[in-house]
Each structure stands twice: as structure tokens, then as C-alpha cells.
């Protein structure tokens, strides 16, 4: 079984991966390479941001890896709060604050529509790939459900008569930003 690094120690996010990836690849956070810092996340795009984060595993640590950001883009919002969906209600990363404030953002609002979007960065063997997932969806009036992490109580996917907090986990997997993202960087993975 191969090693690859994930550049996060977000617990969620871990948990969701490994379970996606399954036994291909031994998934190992951050903490597990003895990466403690939080890693800057400046860039202006999900994209830059992915980058950002495995670089700096690269260059300081000499691990090949693969990180991600994640984006919530709402309609009526410009595209707001994108890639500044972790940090929307303030720097501390609060997911209820977050879901708080969207919900007040949109309060009378009719157009609901909304996408999630996972960029993963990928380093291996000198070359630098990133791949894309998004799914499509709208955001409820109240949160439904209790799984998952960020604003799934709050985002109802196209494909789903329920929030991503109503899904099992696979369910989710199935048809999520960072399932459908994943499933490209697997494919590029077991190419290799």
C-alpha cells in the first residue's frame, strides 16, 4: 500500500478522504508527518489555494501530496462566500457562525441556487495536477440534519431530496464536491 500525504489536519476532511479512497493508499495528515503549523492559505482562488498548501508540504517536509480547498458559491451572493467559505463569519473557522450568517445574507432571498467546489492540488514525482468537483445545488431556509461537517445542514444537492447532514456518508461520497474531486485524483493515482 502506498503512502500519500493529505495537507490538512482537518478531522472531517480526513475522515472523508480515507473513507473515499478506501485500502488503495494509506492516507497520512499532516500531524502524522510531524506538520503542526497552520499552513497560509492567501491565494484568491480554490485553486491557488490547493497549491499553496501542497507546495508548502513539498518544500518543507519533501513529501509528494495532495491538498484541497473548498469553496460554497451562492448565486445571490456574487459567488459569495467562496474561497472564503471557512473564515465567512470571521477567522475563527466557526461553522455555525458561518451557517449563520449565509442564512441571514440570504434571509428574502428567492434564488437559493448554490454549488460546492473542491479543488485537490496534487504533487507527485516533480509534476504539480489539480483536479475539480462540484455539485450543484441550493441552499435550504434552516439547517436539516446533524452528519457531516460545514454547511451541509444547510445545502441540499440537486440529486437529494436532503441536506448533505441528512446523507449517510457514503451517500454523500457518492455525489459530493470532494467525492467527485477525489475520484479524478484516484484515477490519476492508479494510472501511475
Known sequence: MQDIVFATNNAHKLEEIRRIVGDDFRILSLKEIGCEEDIPETADTLEGNALMKARYVKEHYGYDCFAD???????????????????????????????????????GRADRRARFVTVIALILNGKELTFEGRVEGEILTEAHGSAGFGYD????????????????????NRISHRGRATAKLMNYLTLQ
Open 69 to 107: 480547498d473548498t469553496g460554497l458559491m451562492v448565486d445571490a451572493l456574487d459567488g459569495a462566500p467562496g474561497v472564503y467559505s471557512a473564515r465567512y463569519a470571521g477567522p475563527g473557522h466557526d461553522s455555525a457562525a458561518n451557517m449563520a450568517l449565509l442564512l441571514k445574507n440570504l434571509e
Open 153 to 172: 445542514p444547510v445545502f441540499r444537492p440537486l440529486e437529494s431530496e436532503t441536506s448533505f447532514a441528512e446523507m449517510s456518508a457514503d451517500d454523500k
